[in-house]
């Protein structure tokens, strides 16, 4: 399967998530057979840049296989310069319509975040730029008022949305014209479920119940 439209590749994932939900799952493309068919080139039809976390496997929240995804996972979906080539590298180079920032509920990445903010104490070692990165999202909610990790989430989602389009030029030109759409969504560990909460170009329909916010563009 080749998609090369940004609206189709959102309905792709998202049949697959319902698919994965609702405890029907079909495992596409992970037979012997589909291997060897993709083994001489690939044309993932979305980038994950998701959270690193265990449970955010995204082949098989999206109910997905080989060569269908292009996944990029950071503690904490952060946005820096190698994450960004490789999301530039899937949109210029192999043609993918759709960018995903999948992040989820009760995310350790963002609690560290915010107890380092609260304590005034970083993290040791490298973990203290997964918190870094993560403190833009954390003021940004503060400005609102909003306290919860779930909230802070939603709001760094949106946040890595915007980071990706603002530091790369080649992704905001593949946006400009209509060739990409760059989507976040929230994953509910529990009930599996993922829920979009922004989009740009705004006009990428969301599932119906869904809290979708606009964010520039
Ligand atoms: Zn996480």
Redesign the pocket.
Known sequence: MTLTDPTQALAELQAGNRRFVTGAPRHPNQDSVHRAAVADGQHPFAVIVG???SR?AAEIIFDRGLGDLFVVRT???TAGPEVLGSVEYAVSVLGTPLVVVL??D?????QAARDAARTGTPPDGHLRAVVDAVAPSLRRAAEQGVDDVNGI?DIHIAHTVEALLANSAVLAAAVADGRCAVVGMSYRLAAGEVQTVAAVPSVVPAQAGDRATAVAG
């Open positions: 959270c690193s976390d955010l503690a904490g979906h992040g989820h009760s995310c350790g990445a963002v989430v």
